[in-house]
């Protein structure tokens, strides 16, 4: 999973490879836009700043959740923000619902701003890709559950367990539970097929190992709705 810091510094290094290739074109050199950022230093002596630096401002940059700026904003010192428009990831899924930052004046300090989102419809989603047939799912959830869609076109259930005939990518929706548990598909071997979880607001606990070692989960989203997360919850994924 991409943690926090590593987003913000893949965002920077973009960011510092598009301010290089367009100095390079200022300059009548003109770069591919899929050069790499070590590429794009061999035309230049040093990364060109967006902004000369300015001890009477501060910088507040707006990021969103897959790392991509929405907007930098010089502020003088105890000045304010304005947060740029609500941004709109996975819209089918995902409403955004705050910002990590909740006061943009008297700023003295630079800001690094993120949405929260939570699910549109308060449900936990998991997005799976099945590589072979006849794969059985065990969705490792305590709590009530109110109705599970395994995405496959199969009767809406209450069931936690499901077998899918055929390989492919899937969209499982859970509405309900409280925990998500130990190996959340149900199986160590199954750990691989997990690559996107959005988790619902109804969920409060994310327990020990619930996505260890699950490496190919890119994109993990949950509201303040979780407020304790276990050791080893997410440990080598």
Not at 13 to 36: A, F, Y
Not at 140 to 159: A, C, L
Request: aromatic share 10%.
């Amino acid at each position: 999973i991409q943690m926090i810091d590593n987003l913000k510094f893949a965002a920077y290094v973009n960011e510092q490879r598009k301010e290089l290739i367009k100095s390079t074109r200022e300059r009548g050199v003109v770069l591919d836009d899929n050069i790499s950022l070590a590429e794009a230093v061999e035309y230049n002596k040093e990364i060109v700043p967006s902004q000369a630096v300015d001890d009477n401002k501060i910088t507040v940059t707006y990021y969103d959740i897959d790392g991509e700026i929405l907007k930098i904003e010089y502020v003088d010192k105890n000045g304010t923000s304005t947060p740029p428009a609500n941004p709109n990831y996975d819209p089918e899924y995902l409403i955004f619902d705050e910002w990590t930052e909740d006061n943009f004046s008297n700023l003295t300090d630079d800001l690094d701003v993120f949405p929260i989102y939570k699910t549109v419809d308060d449900a936990t989603y998991f997005f799976i890709s099945l590589n072979t047939n006849n794969v059985t799912l065990n969705l490792q959830i305590t709590g009530t559950i109110t109705s599970v869609d395994w995405g496959d076109e199969t009767e809406i259930t209450t069931r936690l367990s499901h077998t899918y005939a055929n390989a492919g990518q899937y969209m499982i929706k859970v509405i309900g539970g409280t925990t998500l548990n130990s190996n959340i598909l149900g199986s160590a071997s199954l750990k691989d097929f997990l690559s996107k979880c959005y988790i619902g607001s109804s969920i409060t606990t994310i327990n020990t190992s619930a996505f260890e070692s699950h490496n190919n989960l890119k994109v993990i989203i949950f509201s303040d709705s979780v407020t304790n997360i276990k050791n080893y919850a997410f440990r080598d994924a």
